[in-house]
C-alpha cells in the first residue's frame, strides 16, 4: 500500500555521494527502459517458498518484483560481483536463490547493514519519520541486540522471546509486523542443534515501515 510517488528519491545526493568516492559509472536506467511493456505482459523470475515468508507474506507479490528486476539487471550489466545489504536479509537470500538456481555466473556478497550513531539502520524511509519517530526509531536496533545476547546466554524458548521482544515495541509505539528468530541458511524454523540463526524484524511507525 506504499505511495510510491511520494517514496523519497535521492539519485542527486547519491550521485555526488558516488562522484566523490570516485566512481567512474552510474548505471540509472528509467522504469520505462526496465519495463517497455505493461506489468500483465512481463517475463517474470520467481523463487519460491522463500520469498513467500516475512515480508513476503505481509507484502504478496514484493520479492517477484525484486527477483525480476534484479534478474533483469544482472543481464544488461553482466556483473562478476554484485553487492546487496544484509539490512533486507531476506532479499538478500532470494536473490542468492535466483542466481544459484538459474547458474549466474555472478558472486553475490552481503554488506553488514550501516546504521547511523544511534543504531538506526540507514534507509531512504527513514526520510518519512517525523522528529519524534526518529528519536523512537532506535529501539528497533536495542530489541535486536537484546534478543541476541538472549540467545547467546543459552535462550531457547524462542517464541517467548519473539513475544517479548513485539511487547516491547509496541511500548515504545512500534508495531511489529514481525519479529521472527530463524535459521539463517533459509529462514526455516530453527531446529533443535541449529547453530547459525538471524533475528528479523519489521515494524511500523508512522508512515515509515523499519527492518
Given at each position: 500500500g506504499e505511495d510510491f510517488e511520494s517514496y523519497p528519491r535521492t539519485l542527486q545526493s547519491d550521485s555526488r555521494m558516488l562522484e566523490a568516492e570516485g566512481t567512474d559509472l552510474l548505471f540509472a536506467p528509467s522504469v520505462q527502459v526496465m519495463y517497455p511493456k505493461p506489468q500483465a505482459e512481463q517475463t517474470r523470475v520467481e523463487v519460491p517458498e522463500i520469498s513467500s515468508l516475512l515480508c513476503g507474506a505481509t507484502r504478496p507479490g514484493h520479492f517477484l518484483?525484486?527477483?525480476?528486476?534484479v534478474c533483469k539487471l544482472f543481464n544488461m550489466v553482466q556483473p562478476h560481483l554484485a553487492l546487496f545489504g544484509e539490512k533486507d536479509f531476506q532479499q538478500l537470500l532470494v536473490i542468492r536463490r535466483m542466481v544459484e538456481d538459474l547458474f549466474l555466473p555472478i558472486e553475490i556478497v552481503g554488506v553488514a547493514t550501516v546504521r547511523e550513531a544511534d543504531g538506526l539502520a540507514m534507509s531512504s524511509r527513514n526520510g518519512y519519520l517525523t522528529a519524534d519517530e526518529r528519536r523512537?526509531?532506535?529501539?528497533?536496533?536495542?530489541?535486536?541486540?537484546?534478543?541476541?545476547?538472549?540467545?547467546r546466554g543459552g535462550n531457547r524458548d524462542f517464541v517467548?522471546?519473539?513475544?517479548?521482544?513485539?511487547?516491547?515495541?509496541?511500548?515504545?509505539?512500534?508495531?511489529?509486523?514481525y519479529i521472527q528468530i530463524r535459521r539463517a541458511s533459509d529462514l526455516a524454523e530453527p531446529q533443535p542443534g541449529d547453530r547459525e540463526l538471524v533475528i528479523l524484524a519489521a515494524a511500523c511507525l508512522g508512515k515509515a515501515r523499519l527492518i
Open positions: 518484483g525484486v527477483s525480476t528486476v523512537r526509531a532506535p529501539a528497533l536496533y536495542r530489541v535486536l541486540l537484546q534478543l541476541a545476547e538472549a540467545i517467548g522471546l519473539q513475544q517479548q521482544a513485539a511487547n516491547t515495541l509496541q511500548q515504545q509505539g512500534l508495531r511489529a509486523d
